[in-house]
């Protein structure tokens, strides 16, 4: 191939080549090309000539040119960085690869990706550019490290409806997504086990079967992610064994929390036994089953039940043991040693007033409840009588409810996390590709790296050659 004809470089030659070529004077530039095809460089060698045409297509693509010889695929980090994004089989690292692309358009940095010269592994999200244009690579190459504010970012869908089903939000619709939520509400549905893994599919069976006896595996109880799907298909009627799991415990908690507000004092009573039993119960640790905190609430709720039969001592006994692990233990204490101090006669009931009416303790409106709740009781003389009883309880109180027994001492206790398990979830895919194939404008600054590292290279051997002919 003819390098320059009467002085003159080659016209498709790339621009990097004829600029070079252009700034030698015509005799330099005979002698520099004599003295290049006598040490027989690439360039004027036959894979020197197929070089020069793989550099001066105005849109290279892989496949268009016949398969190119193991040697042509030989040569500096940019040619086989150039070669590489070509789509043909030239051996490159990840760091030639960045080091010749300090700031490559996105989608020339997409195409890398999808030739597998880039991945995770790599950080490719770490070349300069928008935000956004580093949280999309992320999301093509490691889409498990895309946040919540991330995924809105790039308005990525998919990884939005993730994050807002993990964190609890009430999502609805067809998807994987809102039908697992609906599951969290307890409503279950054909369409969901479908859009699951087979793995996932397992697992959602073994959930939906332990809803019927209210047993599980370890590995299910043990995820605090899935109470809240637990609890939600599991209504026990009968006293739970609360030391079964630390769900258990907390489960029966809540049935005895549930069981007072309803009137059902005879069943919660039988509930309470049982977390005291749990709150006894050790793991096969040697580790007790409850924390100190749901220790501390399992003493108080019995307390509280135990006055109903004048049990004093024992709250007492059950309050001073938890009375340093929660500051309203100690109040309810000193409630608790007050009724003990006052005759029989002289102490008023013993039930917190908003328990008495079906009310978490404090509720504001508890006036329209106790409208509602004269109609539903309408006919029942002696639970009427109770709830009028504590009617004037609220009404006549003074302290804004500090005199009554709290139960429970935080009411965070009854709730179940928020935030969901993602054992259900189906794995993550990685982001679809979202640009089009790098264009000649896109592949020019890798195409002039090449051209300017092979012309560098042959300058170095003509100054060589320079100081050879000297000597």
């Known amino acids: 191939m003819e390098t320059a004809v009467d002085g003159v470089p080659d016209p498709t030659l790339p621009n990097a080549v004829r600029t070079l070529l252009s700034t030698l004077a015509p005799q330099k530039l005979i002698t520099t090309v ?6 027989g460089m690439p360039w004027m060698s036959e894979h020197g000539g197929e070089r020069a045409q793989l550099l001066s297509l105005d849109m290279p693509r892989a496949g268009t040119i016949r398969t190119l010889p193991p040697a042509l695929l030989d040569g500096g980090p940019a040619w086989r960085t150039y070669l590489a994004a070509l789509g043909h089989p030239s051996q490159v690292s990840a760091d030639e690869i960045i080091a010749c692309l300090p700031d490559p358009p996105i989608s020339v940095v997409d195409d890398l990706i999808d ?3 880039l991945d995770r592994t790599d950080e490719p999200w770490k070349f300069p550019g928008q935000e956004k244009e580093r949280v999309y690579i992320r999301a093509r190459v490691a889409p498990e490290t895309i946040s919540a504010e991330g995924a809105e970012l790039i308005r990525w869908s998919d990884m939005q409806r993730r994050h807002a089903f993990l964190v609890g939000d009430e999502l609805t619709g067809e998807d994987v997504y809102g039908l697992l939520a609906s599951l969290w509400r307890g409503e279950q549905n054909l369409r969901l086990r479908p859009l699951l893994p087979a793995g996932k599919q397992a697992v959602l069976d073994e959930i939906l079967l332990g809803a019927q006896t209210g047993r599980w595996p370890e590995h299910l109880t043990s995820d605090y992610g899935l109470w809240s799907l637990l609890s939600a298909l599991w209504t026990p009627s009968a006293a739970v064994d609360a030391k079964l799991t630390e769900f258990h ?3 029966a908690f809540y049935n005895c929390y549930r069981w007072i507000l309803m009137g059902w004092l005879d069943k919660a009573k039988t509930q309470a036994e049982k977390l005291l039993e749990a709150a006894a119960a050790k793991d096969d640790r040697g580790e007790y089953l409850v924390d100190q905190t749901t220790y501390a609430e399992i003493n108080n709720i019995c307390a509280y039940l135990a006055q109903d039969t004048n049990e004093l001592e024992f709250a007492i006994r059950l309050l001073e043991e938890v009375k340093d692990i929660e500051p309203s233990a100690a109040r309810n204490l000193k409630i608790v040693r007050e009724r003990s101090e006052t005759t029989v006669n002289e102490r008023q009931d013993w039930q917190n007033p908003y328990l008495a009416i079906g009310l978490p303790h404090g509720y504001e409106d508890w006036k329209d409840h106790y409208r509602s709740l004269l109609k539903d ?10 709830v009028n009883k504590a009617v004037k309880r609220l009404m006549d109180d003074k302290t804004s409810g500090t005199g009554f027994f709290l139960v429970p001492l935080d009411d965070e206790t009854l709730s179940a996390p928020s935030e969901r398990s993602p054992v259900l979830l189906p794995p993550i895919e990685p982001l679809p590709r979202r640009t089009s194939p790098a264009t000649r404008e896109e592949l020019a600054a890798l195409r002039d790296a090449a051209a300017h590292e092979i012309l560098n290279h042959f300058r170095e051997v003509t100054i060589e050659e320079d100081a050879d002919h000297g000597r």
């Open 377 to 386: 009781l309408r006919g029942d003389v002696k639970r009427l009588a109770a």
């Open 115 to 117: 030739l597998a010269l």
């Open 249 to 251: 415990a907390w489960r």
């Open 34 to 39: 004599n003295r290049l095809l006598q040490a």
